[in-house]
């Protein structure tokens, strides 16, 4: 039970500290810049971070709450002060998890300056989110590596998530533009259209650095020498289910950059774009449902040994 309710926590933080990192980001690479001065499209954006932020703080210390209930052995109501201080002062985790809870502080700030000062609160807001974001590798095998190996493991794992974030968040943020309501020729439907022809070349940027840094730690985590005893475990098994859902997240994201997003840019032209609306955002859901299950199964994979 206890593992169940840490697996959860876990997928809970890295979907949200992404789309903390992800939505900011956007603003800064697909708002162009009388986008951001105006603030209609910024604040169609930025109105979840607030809850996100806040959500991140709650999720954040529950999770080292059960973890400490995990590493003690007790139970999580059985957790007292003393046992969660000692977790966070004598352990590499518990490090980790005041940084972060310092980042989301500072990207709470800063989510709630967005709507004034688009520009540098997005910013402080990314990078407040980054920071938090790559606090969690010290909760995965990263966070067990050792001296310069160790080092050079959570760099690229920061890298492999900071990269997954911006694909995450622009999913989102493609949602938020297109959900239900834009009228033909409305200025959030028109962003919508030129932003997602406009991030192909940012998503394509994210999934190079999604392929690298992923092939640098499987071999950091499992070695080409240990990969068909390890397909034969759980933790084999489900990184095989990762890899299959990351191939449909490129099909549906190849679809939408070379089919639907041409055909939405000729139905608003035709001032029709009923049916183009409907197609890329279904499309946009299912690759979002993509993104998410293969979160869930990051979150179970670092609770799993690679290789028996």
């Known amino acids: ?66 973890l400490t209930a995990d590493m003690q052995g007790v139970g999580i109501f059985a957790v007292d002060p003393a046992m969660f201080t000692q977790m966070v002062r004598d352990t590499d ?19 709630r300056s967005v709507a004034t000062r688009p520009a540098p609160g997005a910013s402080l807001l990314a990078i407040a989110g980054s920071i938090a974001l790559t606090t969690l590798v010290w909760s995965g095998h990263a966070g067990a590596s050792e001296g310069t190996a160790g080092a050079l493991h959570r760099i690229n794992d920061a890298l492999h998530m900071i990269a997954a974030a911006v694909w995450f968040g622009a999913i989102a943020a493609f949602l938020l533009l297109m959900r239900p309501g834009p009228e033909p020729g409305s200025e959030r439907l028109g962003c919508a259209a030129r932003s997602l022809d406009q991030f192909a070349r940012v998503g394509t940027i994210c999934v190079l650095i999604i392929v690298a840094t992923g092939l640098v730690n499987s071999q950091m985590i499992v070695g080409v020498q240990n990969i068909g005893r390890s397909v034969a475990t759980p933790y084999g098994q489900l990184l095989l289910a990762k890899l299959g859902l990351f191939a449909l997240m490129l099909a549906l994201a190849a ?20 049916a183009a609306i409907r197609a890329i955002r279904m499309s946009l859901i299912l690759e979002g449902l993509a993104a998410a299950a293969i979160l869930a199964l990051v979150a179970w994979l670092g609770t799993l040994e690679p290789v028996p």
Not at 56 to 66: A, D, H, K
Not at 93 to 111: D, K, P, Q, S
Not at 255 to 270: F, G, H, M, Q, S
């Open 1 to 66: 039970m206890a593992d169940l309710i840490l697996i959860s926590i876990r997928f809970a933080l890295f979907a949200n500290l992404m789309l903390i990192v992800g939505l900011a980001a956007f603003i800064l690479y697909a708002l162009d810049p009388a986008e951001r001065e105006q603030g209609a499209m910024v604040t169609v954006v930025t109105r979840p971070q607030t809850w996100l932020c806040g959500a991140g703080l709650v999720l954040s210390f529950s999770g080292m709450v059960v």
């Open 255 to 274: 679809a939408n950059r070379w089919r639907l997003t041409p055909a939405l840019k000729v139905a608003i032209d035709e001032a029709n774009p009923g």
């Open 93 to 111: 985790v518990g490090t980790a998890w005041l940084a972060r809870m310092a980042a989301l502080f500072i990207a709470l700030a800063a989510a």
